[in-house]
């Protein structure tokens, strides 16, 4: 049985409201063409595909994106593109997080500018209290909503959960795959959270997370879907999947989607 919890948005940041949606969202891939040159149009039409099979909503240049290799011009264009690709009612998310605040200003700036529904932006690396980091995001966001980004996998050592509330934030993206921490989340913080570790997706829609942004949703959007609107035999079905995805990131997940969806598996980074 799924336990329905309403989490409103905290008034340290961000936008009160609706958070940008509700349910699964797509980390999406970032398509580059033999040269490794961004194909934007490309990624637009992955998103318009994802969206077309239940995805309420795809992050451009995330960690899946491959948003390190990205430059500000780059990030702008698969803004552009994918906006104009999704469907009316699906939300685009941009991630604006680096090592730097001046960077992630820039970022966070241009996409705001760009009128994205949300941005996501990575905790900096080498610090667990980024406290002064997210406040200076939040001054350029322009009101749009900001979710702070746990993933200490790709930028250690993230932050503690109990931080969460001091933060200029509206929200969370999660993808450290911690079912402890995701319940200790739910427990004590009031912004949105969205798990980004397709292993949790069923855990996370049965506590009332508000939704889920996975890279997994880039290959098996419908059974990511299911998962979280409480299929137990749909997330079972995604642990192959998963394994897979995993493997010498990001070239796992990327060998997923052409296979799945006929796309380029051309990849900057190579694991």
């Known amino acids: ?75 702008v264009a698969l803004i552009r593109a994918v906006r104009a690709a999704l469907p009316a009612g699906v939300a ?23 009128g994205v529904d949300g941005l996501v932006a990575l905790s900096p690396p080498g610090t667990d209290d980024p406290r002064a980091y997210y406040d200076e995001l939040a001054r350029v966001a322009e009101g749009v909503p900001l979710l702070a980004y746990h993933y200490p996998r790709a930028s250690a050592p993230g932050f503690p959960s109990s931080l969460l509330g001091a933060l200029a934030v509206s929200g969370c993206k999660d993808s450290s795959g911690d079912p402890a921490r995701l319940a200790a989340t ?21 506590l009332g997370a508000t939704g889920v942004i996975l890279a997994l949703a880039n290959a098996e959007p419908e059974r990511c879907v299911a998962a979280f609107a409480g299929d137990a035999r749909a997330q079972l079905q995604l642990a192959d999947a998963q394994a897979t995805s995993e493997v010498g990131f990001p070239s796992g997940i990327k060998s997923l989607v052409a296979q799945r969806f006929g796309c380029s598996a051309s990849a900057r980074l190579h694991g």
């Open 186 to 206: 739910l427990a004590s913080f009031d912004g949105w959270l969205y798990v980004g570790a397709a292993p949790l997706a069923l855990t996370a829609g049965a």
């Open 92 to 114: 685009l998310l941009a991630g604006t997080g680096a090592p730097s605040a001046r960077q992630a200003r820039r970022f966070t700036a241009d996409a705001a500018a760009e």
């Open 1 to 75: 049985m799924r336990v329905e919890v309403e989490h409103e948005a905290p008034g340290t940041g961000g936008q009160a409201g609706s958070p940008p949606f509700r349910g699964v969202g797509a980390a999406l891939v970032t398509l580059f063409d033999d040269d490794g040159e961004l194909d934007a149009k490309a990624t637009g039409a992955l998103a318009a595909e994802l969206a077309g099979r239940g995805v309420a909503g795809v992050l451009v240049a995330g960690t899946t994106g491959e948003a390190g290799t990205l430059d500000a011009a780059e990030r």
